[in-house]
Structure formats: C-alpha cells, structure tokens
C-alpha cells in the first residue's frame, strides 16, 4: 500500500470535460490520419454520457457513437428500478410468488452480481433493494429511518436468498418483499457493451463515460498520446481540481464517492452506498477509484470496496489480478491511498 500526499500547486492549462462526474476526460486534438466524433452529454441512467469514437471515416466513427448510446439506453430500458415496465421491475414485482423468466442479458449480470457478492463478502449485494428504497424515502420526508424500519429493511437482503436458474433463465426470491437493486453494476455491464458495439462497428478507439464509469479502448486522436486515453481523476475537496492524472489503453475506471451524491436529512449528509449487511450509509471513504478489465468488475468493486473501508478493501483489490485502486479517506483532506499497482497508471 503506498501514500501519496496531494500536491495542491497550480494545475498546467489543460482541456477539462465532464467535469460533472467524478471523473474527467481530457482531449487535446485530432490526428490527421483518423477521424473522430465526440458526442454532446446525453441523459441515460439516471446520469450524463459522453462517447467519443476513433476510426478511418467520420460516418464510421458517428455510427459508432449512435450504437454505442443503443447499447446503454437498452440496458437502461431492461435493468432500470426506475422504469415500470423495465425487465427488472417485473423481477421485483413478480419473482417471489413465482421464478420470472429473464433475458439472458440480465442473467447475466446477475450471476456476475452473485460471484461479486460472494467475492466481497457481502459488501457487494443487489438484494439491498428494500433499504435502498427506505433511505430514499427518508430523504425525501427529512427523516432518519428509525431502527425498527432498518431492522425490517435489512430482512429482506441477502443475495443467498436469490435463486438463479441459469438454464431456464428463471429468478426467484426466497423472501417476500427481496427488490433487487442495480445500482452498483449495470452502469459499468452497459459501458463494456457500448464499447463492444462500437469495437463491431469499425472504431479504432474510443471511450465511453457514463457518471464517472469509463471503459477507454484502442487508439486516441492524438498522435502524441495515441495509445493512452488521460483521464482526470477529480479531487472530491474541490469542485474543479484533479487528484491525479491516469493513462489508459483497454482499460476501464470507475468512482464510487459520498461527495457527489447523498442523502441530505437535516444536517446530516448520508451516502448513496449502502452498507448491506448494517442497512446504514458507508462513511469510511469519500472516494474509491477501481481501475480494471471492465467496466463491469470496476463498478461493482468500487460499491464493495465503499461499504468495505480502506483496510479490507486494499487487501481484496490487492488480491485480484489486474484490479487496482485508489482510496481518499473521509478524514484524509488532500491525501491518498493507492494499491502497489496503481502507480502505472498515474500520470506524472
């Protein structure tokens, strides 16, 4: 584990994108032997998308960017908990009297989400729907949930209690009330499938940032940093500073913080991240940065490593190939933790 103290001396004048979410995209100019198209912010999973794409044709690299927002409006369409009609609201509606047959896209992510939980201990749960739902409720009424509505809450979490037939692509609860709640996953499961649709669509390179989550795939516009994507990772004491800079190629990062979105109750400010296996807010950390393989597996460790804290956290990340992180804790102002990998990534 090494640590790093944040040098708050004046930033070199840099191009600063998407500065909304907790992570940023820099961009310079266009080589002149490919072409590439940046989209404006799109609205879709609750959040702000960004798709820039690299090919040998502006219409190649346009029709890239369009299948890529296909692929995230359509796992919004299936995997939201906002939409009624989406595919997982008739799970939630349905699956405790009854197995619900599911595509075999939201299957799955569900077996994905499962391995994750057993992985992280718990700490990663898409059953932690019923206290999700309670603490949006006390947000909205400006009042505390009291210990007996956790209490009742936390009995119907457990993905133990998720019973996945892979083979008829069935689910089914084993308690009344279980919602499933994929906040923590389809984010990142949507960006690797924009990334493979604009891969099967002719794009050279191309990155995808969907609230923060971004998968970063072959070449730049720039033939200065052609292999490398440079993303900005923002400083969550400051509405406009970086933390650090990361270089990318085939990569995906994700950010999971209490800085940008919370639940305010009177003064108390409580973290979007719930902890599953307490039905409270995790508050140990005030940012965890995952860089790895996928959008997917980056998205769900940076959920598990929020609830886990930074110790625990540090040991699972640093027991997995090819993940890596970057931790600022809450009571830390300008200083941060990373994983003995994660160096390779940050830019000096």
């Not at 584990?1 to 930033?11: A, V």
């Not at 499961?189 to 989550?213: C, K, P, Q, S, T």
């Amino acid at each position: 584990m090494e640590r790093c103290i944040l040098n708050r001396t004046p930033r070199a004048a840099i191009t600063i994108v998407a500065i909304v979410t907790a992570i940023v995209v820099i961009r310079i100019s266009t080589q002149p032997d490919v072409y590439s198209v940046d989209s404006p912010f799109r609205q879709v999973m609750g959040t702000f998308a960004r798709v820039s794409a690299v090919s040998g044709s502006e219409k190649t690299a346009q029709l890239c960017v369009d299948a890529a927002f296909d692929e995230l409006t359509g796992v919004d369409d299936m995997m939201s908990d906002y939409k009624a009609d989406s595919e997982l609201s008739e799970v939630n509606n349905n699956a405790f009297g009854e197995p619900v047959k599911v595509s075999g896209a939201l299957m799955e992510v569900l077996l994905a989400a499962v391995e994750y939980s057993r992985q992280t201990g718990g700490a990663f749960d898409v059953t932690v729907g019923p206290v999700v739902d309670l603490w949006r409720q006390a947000g909205k009424d400006s009042q505390k949930p009291t210990d007996e509505q956790l209490a009742a809450a936390k009995a119907k979490v457990g993905y133990e209690n998720l019973i996945l037939d892979s083979q008829s692509l069935t689910v089914r609860f084993r308690v009344e009330g279980m919602r499933l709640d994929l906040g923590g996953i389809a984010k990142g499961y949507a960006i690797d499938r924009a990334a493979e649709a604009m891969r099967a669509n002719g794009a050279l390179g191309g990155m995808i940032d969907v609230g923060g989550d971004i998968q970063c795939f072959g070449i730049t516009p720039e033939p200065e940093t052609r292999e490398n994507w440079v993303i900005g990772l923002q400083d969550p004491g400051s509405d406009t500073g970086l933390l650090v800079k990361l270089k990318l190629t085939d990569t995906a990062v994700a950010t999971s913080g209490d800085y940008r979105r919370f639940v305010l109750i009177g003064d108390d400010r409580f973290s979007h991240i719930i902890n599953p296996q307490t039905s409270i807010a995790a508050g140990k950390l005030s940012s965890v940065t995952i860089i790895a393989p996928t959008a997917m597996q980056a998205d769900a460790l940076a959920t598990a490593v929020s609830v886990m804290g930074h110790e625990k956290g540090m040991e699972l990340i640093e027991s997995l190939p090819d993940a890596e992180a970057i931790l600022i804790r809450t009571a830390a102002k300008g200083e941060f933790l990373t994983t003995s990998g994660a160096q390779r990534y940050i830019q000096p």
